[in-house]
């Protein structure tokens, strides 16, 4: 009985895990060095169907989307994470640099849970990765 203890005490101590879909190498390291200052863990894609692959192996707490990236549109994953049994639970904070008159509303119609304009502000994202990594 005490096995099944430390292996629940373990699991609830791991650090929680982000999945940022970025395409941009700039803006992947400001986004890798915030997420490693929230002692979170970064699992990167660059581009919709590199994600896609990634999700089909893993399950991240919290996604960070590009809503314009290749191979598949941000707008697009999204709609197939979020019907996705496995992965319809995960938050998804969509990220753009192209602001359009909309996009906030376009992003979350399609399932995103919040949006943030690039450039990004570092205080945002670490805000919404603390209020998403909570649950």
Same mark, same amino acid.
């Given at each position: 009985?005490?096995?099944?203890?430390?292996?629940?005490?373990?699991?609830?101590?791991?650090?929680?895990?982000?999945? =940022?879909?970025?395409?941009?190498?700039? $803006?992947?390291?400001?986004?890798?060095?915030?997420?490693?200052?929230? $002692?979170?863990?970064?699992?990167?894609?660059?581009?919709?169907?590199?994600?896609?692959?990634?999700?089909?192996?893993?399950?991240?707490?919290?996604?960070?989307?590009?809503?314009?990236?290749?191979?598949?549109?941000?707008?697009?994953?999204? !709609?197939?994470? !979020?019907?996705?049994?496995?992965?319809?639970?995960?938050?998804?904070?969509?990220?753009?640099?192209?602001?359009?008159?909309?996009?906030?509303?376009? =992003?979350?119609?399609?399932? =995103? $849970?919040?949006?943030?304009?690039?450039?990004?502000?570092? !205080?945002?994202?670490?805000?919404?990765? !603390?209020?998403?990594?909570?649950?």
């Amino acid at each position: 009985m005490v096995v099944p203890l430390k292996q629940e005490a373990m699991s609830a101590t791991s650090p929680k895990r982000v999945l =940022c879909i970025e395409d941009n190498p700039t $803006n992947l390291l400001l986004i890798s060095r915030i997420v490693e200052a929230e $002692n979170m863990e970064l699992l990167v894609a660059d581009d919709g169907l590199a994600a896609q692959a990634l999700l089909a192996r893993e399950t991240p707490d919290i996604i960070l989307m590009d809503i314009n990236i290749p191979g598949i549109s941000g707008l697009d994953l999204t !709609r197939l994470i !979020r019907e996705n049994e496995t992965t319809a639970h995960i938050p998804i904070i969509a990220t753009t640099a192209n602001v359009l008159v909309g996009d906030r509303e376009r =992003c979350l119609s399609a399932g =995103c $849970n919040d949006y943030l304009p690039k450039p990004l502000d570092i !205080r945002k994202v670490r805000a919404l990765l !603390r209020q998403y990594g909570s649950s």
